[in-house]
């Protein structure tokens, strides 16, 4: 069964970066959809970024445009969010999460199509 672990999450300061991993294990996932999405106490889980595997087909939100870069290390069977120019808006729970019936050049933004997912980190920014 495909397992997904974020790590990377912590407190920093507004302006500051943080690059957060998603390390797959039990299958791999270099065929596949993987999605980072974040949740803020009692709101609903929103996408963030997602990177189609297969052929390198990104997308983000418009939020973190220009500021966050999704991409995967296949060999290590991980896939990274680095997370540069930190604002307070950036503070959730961030988790990763596999789709593995996506299509080529696409990757969906919605919650239910991804089949696994992980714990996720904690992501303070504050000053």
């Known amino acids: 069964q495909l397992e997904l672990v974020e790590s990377g999450g912590g407190l920093v300061k507004p302006g500051g970066s943080l690059r957060l991993s998603c390390a797959a294990s039990?299958?791999?996932?270099?065929?596949?959809?993987i999605g980072w999405f974040r949740q803020v106490s009692g709101k609903v889980r929103v996408a963030v970024s997602c990177?189609?595997?297969?052929?390198?087909?990104?997308s983000y939100a418009d939020p973190v445009k220009g500021r966050f870069t999704i991409s995967g290390d296949n060999a290590r069977n991980t896939v990274y969010l680095q997370m540069n120019d930190l604002k307070f808006e950036d503070t959730a729970v961030y988790y990763c999460?596999?789709?593995?019936?996506?299509?080529?050049?696409?990757?969906?933004?919605?919650?239910?199509?991804?089949?696994?997912w992980g714990q996720g980190t904690q992501v303070t920014v504050s000053s």
């Open positions: 039990g299958e791999t996932v270099d065929h596949y959809v």
């Open positions: 990177i189609n595997s297969y052929d390198g087909w990104t």
């Open positions: 999460a596999v789709d593995v019936n996506s299509r080529a050049d696409y990757c969906s933004s919605l919650v239910s199509p991804y089949d696994h």
